[in-house]
Every structure is written in structure tokens, then in C-alpha cells.
């Protein structure tokens, strides 16, 4: 009988999924900040700054697929683009609420500042954790839920002469 081994990690739930998200998350951001730096002494920081996310947002793509979310394999394209896409969406969360910021306070301290951004910061990332658990890697963390009984009788080959039956479901 043939058994089922795809190599996905199992689902340990939301709470030890998040703090990897957090741990590859904070690792790959704070490696970015030095990087940004370094890079910067090369080129304009703005261009640092725009090659520096795009990697980084790759890496941490791979790491939550591989670690965070249990996918235990690569990143699709689509998950790429959707992790991106909820990266954006965070980036303009920070940006809003520095925003704000400026418009109610005339020269808030760089306490504030940070207080503000890194309150932003949290709310997004708990809000990117949720769209990337519950829509980006939502199928692959189901793929890894499944019992090895269940996917040895989904990869069973059909009995004799259910083969138009199942090309046509």
C-alpha cells in the first residue's frame, strides 16, 4: 500500500505560528535595517530602500512558507504576490499613521514618533498575520492537516472502470 509523505510540517496552532511568524519576520526586518544602511553607502537610499524590501519580502515569503505557516515547502508565485500585496498594505497602515501624527501634533518627539510607528507596526502585522495564515498559505496549512489515512485512500488508485467517473469530477 502506498502511504503519503508530501514533507509538510503539521499544523501546532495560531499561537506557535505566530510567534514564528514573529521570530522570521523580526529576523529577516532587522537584517534588513543594517542592510539598508550598507547599501545605502553605494547607492541612494531610496533605491536601497526599494531593493532591500523587495528581498526581504522574498526571504520572509520562503521563511513563513517554509516555518511560520507549516506549508514546509517553497512559495508559490501566487503567495509571493498575495504576501506582497499584504505587505503593501501594512507599509501604508505605518505611512497613515505617521501621517496622522504630523497633522495632530506640530513637532512630535522622536519618542512619539516611534511609539506611534511601532503601535502601527503591531497592528499591521497581526493583521498580516491573519491574512497570511487564513488566506495565503490557508491551502497549504490544510494540505498539512490531513491524516496519512486520509491521504493514502485520496491518492488510492480508482477501481477498474471508474476512471471516466473520476476524469469527469
Do not use: D
Not at 501624527?101 to 514618533?113: K, R, W
Request: aromatic share 8%; glycine share 10%; hydrophobic share 50%.
Amino acid at each position: 500500500m502506498e502511504t503519503a509523505h508530501s514533507g509538510r510540517q503539521p499544523e501546532r496552532g495560531a499561537f506557535g505560528a505566530f510567534a514564528r511568524f514573529v521570530l522570521c519576520g523580526g529576523g529577516v526586518g532587522l537584517a534588513s535595517s543594517f542592510a539598508v544602511v550598507a547599501l545605502a553607502s553605494w547607492i541612494p537610499w531610496v533605491l536601497a530602500n526599494a531593493l532591500i524590501t523587495v528581498v526581504s519580502t522574498l526571504l520572509a515569503t520562503e521563511l513563513h512558507a517554509r516555518y511560520a505557516f507549516g506549508a514546509g515547502g517553497h512559495a508559490t508565485w501566487r503567495q509571493h504576490v498575495q504576501s506582497a500585496g499584504s505587505a503593501a498594505g501594512a507599509y501604508t497602515v505605518t505611512c497613515a499613521a505617521m501621517l496622522v501624527l504630523q497633522q495632530l501634533v506640530a513637532g512630535p518627539s522622536a519618542l512619539l514618533e516611534q511609539v506611534v510607528y511601532l503601535s502601527a507596526s503591531a497592528v499591521a502585522g497581526v493583521a498580516r498575520f491573519g491574512v497570511l495564515r487564513l488566506v495565503v498559505f490557508a491551502r497549504s496549512r490544510s494540505r498539512a492537516t490531513v491524516s496519512p489515512v486520509e491521504a493514502t485512500v485520496a491518492h488510492a488508485s480508482p477501481p477498474a472502470g471508474a476512471g471516466t467517473l473520476c476524469r469527469a469530477a
